[in-house]
């Protein structure tokens, strides 16, 4: 699946579970959810530290979970966000690492 299938997905999605049908949308409470599903992966890998890349397979045991869960369900969000605010996703990605391959090594000297 590419990126801008995968935004236009994840959005159609989310409408049609409901999410968008109060026709208000508070970005705000968007991108904290984005957050809490980076927290949820934090949180799965002082759990599992060594299975990072391990998650249940949903047609044995029910809902998926792990790490590698987690990180799906952050870019699920973000892929709903930009479907319902039109943002071509595979431009921006494709603007910012290109941008990313000129900065100098460690963006000149940051920590992290």
Known sequence: MKINE??????????????????????????????????EALEAYRDDPEGMA?????????????FAIELADAVIRIADLCGFLGIDLTAAIAIKMNYNDTRPHRHGGKAC
């Not at 995968?6 to 579970?17: F, I, L």
């Not at 391990?54 to 792990?66: C, L, N, S």
């Open 54 to 66: 391990d998650f249940d397979a949903p047609q044995i045991i029910g809902k998926p979970e792990g």
């Open 6 to 39: 995968m935004v236009e997905r994840a959005h159609a999605t989310a409408k049609e579970k409901g999410w968008y049908e109060s026709g208000e949308v508070n970005i705000g409470e968007k991108l904290a959810l984005i957050h809490s599903e980076i927290s």
